[in-house]
Each structure stands twice: as C-alpha cells, then as structure tokens.
Nanobody, 112 residues
Framework: QVQVVESGGGLVQPGGSLRLSCAAS????????MNWYRQAPGKQRELVAG???????NYAASVKGRFIISGDVAERTVYLQMNSLKPEDTAVYYC??????WGQGTQVTVSS
C-alpha cells in the first residue's frame, strides 16, 4: 500500500509565499519522478512542477520563476516553494508519484 501525504496549504495574500511538502511511504520499488499538480474549480488538473530521481526539474510556464521544486526523490520527499503568489494560483495542489499514486491534496487560496 502506498501513501502520499501533502501538507502546507493555506490562505495567503497576493504576493505572499507558501511551502508545500509531500512525503511518500509504502511499497514503491523505485520512484523515478515526483510531480506537483493543481486543480482549480471548474478546471482540469494541470502539471505545475516535477523533479526526477536525477534531480532534473521542469515547470509549467505559468509558475516558472516563481515556484521552486526541491527534495530528495530517493528519500521520498518533495517540496514546492511558491513565491509571488497570485489569485490564479488558487487551487487544490496534489503530489503525484511516478504518474501512478496521488495524495489527497492540499488547498491553496490566494486572496486579499
């Protein structure tokens, strides 16, 4: 059984910062990639950022320069530092492992 747990969401004012955390546990032979997705109300889930076991990272164009993904895939932990937050960043943020395992999500709300 695989567990993926996100934390760190909350309410923040525009221009503020939040740091999300994700930890995976259970029977996973090897983690190749850990990704952050988000889903806003009425919209499709979208990829925000990802990090591979080799340390390579990628970002959605909408967050590049503002968000930073980091962590240790081998240790099954990943973080998402979100800076200069905008109201359009409001969404439920999900951690995904190897494209297969999902957490329950953490709500991020950017509002004044």
């Amino acid at each position: 059984q695989v567990q993926v747990v996100e934390s760190g969401g909350g309410l923040v004012q525009p221009g503020g910062s939040l740091r999300l955390s994700c930890a995976a546990s259970g029977s996973i032979f090897k983690i190749n990639v850990m990704n952050w997705y988000r889903q806003a109300p009425g919209k499709q889930r979208e990829l925000v950022a990802g990090i591979t076991s080799g340390g390579n990272t990628n970002y959605a164009a909408s967050v590049k320069g503002r968000f930073i993904i980091s962590g240790d895939v081998a240790e099954r932990t990943v973080y998402l530092q979100m800076n200069s937050l905008k109201p359009e960043d409001t969404a439920v943020y999900y951690c995904n492992i190897n494209g297969a395992y999902w957490g329950q999500g953490t709500q991020v709300t950017v509002s004044s």
